[in-house]
């Protein structure tokens, strides 16, 4: 009978019911979230972010992301503070996660704004003299890039290499790497190194402790009049990365600021109104009759049409064209012939342009006979000594046969 009454038990079934259910959860991939997350539109920022929220982070999904908002985020500790309704009545209402690297490009990356170089210095300007530490924490922020304030806390005199010019950043995201010590920060950091009592050991010893960085600077800013920005370090930070790239490239830059050349590239690389004002600039300096028209042709006078497509193409590796040796064999014919030029290199591979807009406007256009004398010349160098025929067979001038290359010769 007791046997018969548990087997009828309606808890028991729904005990089982439970189990069941537990049994048929899935295991999400990455990717598959990843794939989510590249469909959904530009608009749809707060959605993508939603996804890596619950795939990376595992949160309660709604409780938990009702409850968060913008100021739960630190930058500077880089975590996050997530309230649970779930676990409070427990007593554990938050707890702290790390903003972990597939979440981080998601959380503020539209909101960045490039800092000026010249927002920063009269904001320096503006400050008074007994606020030399605070000087050098801007100038740190604007011209070293590092993260705010992690990595100014545990920064010591011990380890600036006054001999290599080189400071040792201590990150507790990716840990340890050195910088250059940039001319930007020089002046204030032999100030602040001549201020400081002996037997200091912190570069930073009040702002290391300080509450919150970003309310005080920003208040500073205010005073010095200057326009406020969004993601007030996060911008700072990026801003410098994107001046060193321009400056001395990427591999550099990813080096001294501590991340990642593809999150970099993505999320660090800011454009600036200088950067369309140059362009512009170089536009208007071009006097091409028309888009869609060539150079003449420097050795045969002619001319021939065109359609314009920007940055032709890339030559090299072949792996951007199904018929590799024909698109080759054809920009190598139209840059002899003087209507492709390039532009640049990316890696081995030539990167092909128009002409009219690589070389400069006063460029002289070379005779047939100097078009001629260029070639073979180059053809020596590269051989050093030749006899006809070889040089004959080594230049591949366009146009000309192999009797019209000896009657050159």
């Known amino acids: 009978m007791e046997r018969d009454i548990i087997l009828k038990n309606p808890f028991r079934i729904k005990e089982i019911k439970v189990s069941v259910g537990v049994a048929e959860k899935h295991y999400a991939e990455e990717s598959t979230i990843e794939a989510i997350v590249d469909s959904l539109p530009e608009d749809k920022l707060e959605w993508k972010l939603l996804f890596k929220l619950a795939r990376y982070l595992g949160l309660r999904m709604p409780s938990e992301i009702r409850e968060l908002i913008i100021e739960d985020v630190d930058w500077g500790t880089n975590t996050i503070t997530l309230k649970s309704p779930k676990t409070k009545r427990y ?50 922020a604007r011209y070293v890039g590092c993260r705010m304030p992690s990595e100014i806390e545990k920064l010591s005199w011990d380890d600036i290499d006054w001999e290599a010019n080189t400071i040792l950043i201590r990150s507790p995201k990716t ?29 930073f010893p009040k702002q290391r402790t300080h509450s919150n960085l970003a309310t005080t600077a920003k208040k500073y800013v205010q005073k010095a009049e200057v326009e406020p920005w969004s993601e007030f370090w996060n911008s700072v930070r990026a801003s410098r990365e994107t001046d060193l790239m321009d400056s001395h490239g990427l591999r550099r830059a990813c080096a001294w600021i501590g991340n990642s050349p593809s999150i970099a590239m993505k999320h660090y690389s800011l454009m600036r109104k200088s950067d369309y004002i140059d362009a512009g600039k170089v536009v208007q300096k071009s006097d091409a009759k028309s888009d869609g028209e060539l150079p003449r042709n420097r050795a045969h006078g002619e001319e021939q049409k065109f359609e314009d497509p920007g940055i032709l193409a890339l030559c090299g590796s072949g792996k951007e064209s199904s018929t590799p040796k024909e698109d080759k064999r054809s920009l190598g014919l139209l840059w002899h012939a003087g209507k492709l030029a390039i532009d640049s290199r990316l890696s081995f591979r030539k990167q092909f342009d128009l002409a009219e807009r690589v070389y400069p406007v006063d460029t002289m256009t070379a005779s047939l006979k100097q078009y001629h004398d260029s070639w073979l010349l180059i053809g020596l160098r590269g051989n050093g000594f030749a006899s006809e025929s070889h040089l004959k067979n080594y230049w591949t001038a366009p146009y000309l046969n192999a009797e019209e290359r000896r009657a050159v010769i």
């Open 175 to 203: 840990g340890n790497r050195r910088v250059p010590t940039f001319s930007e920060i020089q002046s204030l950091l032999f100030k602040q190194a001549s201020a400081v009592p002996d037997g200091t050991v912190y570069v």
């Open 91 to 140: 007593g554990k209402g938050t707890r702290r996660v790390p903003i972990f690297v597939e979440i981080e490009v998601s959380v503020g990356v539209a909101e960045k704004d490039y800092v000026e170089e010249a927002s920063i210095q009269a904001t320096i300007d503006c400050l008074p003299a007994d606020k030399l530490d605070w000087k050098l924490l801007f100038a740190f």
